[in-house]
């Protein structure tokens, strides 16, 4: 298995394309300057020991040395070693609404991106338990299923947004159910769901569906995230200043919390509804209420020890840069007088 120590240092690869833009854009500035002087032949006979390769040459050198600094100071670590090990904890499954009602902004920056920074601190606080996460609209989708890598966990979280489910809607009992169907039942592990959503314009029993799987052990707690009064939805959520989103008659739409709805869902699964504001995402009040869930002992293959890895990728890096330092824009006149193909006439 390959990990990086710090990952955050990896983006600085971004840099690398700034690079390419400007050594390309440098180089055609030249060739207009050496044009503007006169005939291409006649300038590169005045010029005999300008090389036009070699920059390229020196360029891609110091490039591939800078990726790989770049890899090296992220520290690759490689795991030399597997062991079981034992873990004591239950099993959580996240049910995000990703409808276009969550891009609505009475939560900063807007509902979706408030509930996905809850989440991500959740997971910081993780240790045991096992987390998947399900994102339903008008359909529902296994987005991660159950696991301990909480690295994956985030990164998987990262990709959510509001375009990933094709149908609209508010497929709530869809999404219950597939969480249901998601846990292992056989581990004899705890088991509860957090349903984040505004709940509105929902398209099936959810009701039923939480009741069904608190029949079979599982608590579903629901927190509600927008306000009673409502909020619009913008029309363009990456711009601040973008209109609103209008419905037929030209008329805005409003999208409200139906806080209602979020209390009956936690009633039939056995759960509590929490609502979430600005200062307080509900969290951490539903995570007291899942540590009393039954936690059970499983078995679980981690790797234990790791070897950095970081010292290849630098002498590569070294190489390149020592190489790059002697390689000399001008040609090699004695190189360039030997012309070894040159046929000679008779």
Known sequence: MLRFAHTDILWGLLVIPVFILLFILVSRWKRKAIASLGDKTVVRLMMPQVSFSRPWLKFIFFVVAYAFVIIGMADPQLGSKTEE????????????????????????????????????????????????????????YVQLPMTTDYSAAKLFLNTVSTGMVPTQGTAIGAA?????????????????????????????????AASAAKSRGVMVNVIGVGSAE??????????????DRVDNSGNKIITKLNEQMGKDIAVAGGGIYVRANNSNSGLSIVMDQIAKVQRKEYDNKSFKDFEDRFQFFLA???????????????????????????????
Request: neutral net charge; hydrophobic residues 45%.
């Open 230 to 243: 409502g909020a619009p939805i913008p029309a363009e959520p990456n711009n601040p200043g973008s209109t």
């Open 85 to 140: 090990v034992k873990r004591k904890g239950a099993d959580l499954m996240i049910l995000l609404d990703v409808s276009n009602s969550m891009l609505a902004r009475d939560l900063a920056p807007n509902r979706l991106e408030n509930a996905k920074r809850a989440i991500s601190q959740l997971i910081d606080r993780m240790h045991d338990d096992r987390i998947g996460l399900i994102v339903f609209a008008g359909e529902a």
């Open 176 to 208: 219950i159910e597939l969480g249901v169907k998601s846990f292992d039942f056989k581990n004899g592990t705890g088991k509860a769901m957090i349903l984040i959503t505004d709940a509105e314009n929902h398209e099936d029993n959810a009701m039923e």
């Open 316 to 346: 590569i890096a070294l190489a390149l840069l020592v190489a790059e330092f002697f390689i000399s824009n001008r040609k090699n006149m004695r190189l360039s007088a030997l012309k070894l193909f040159e046929v000679k006439k008779s």
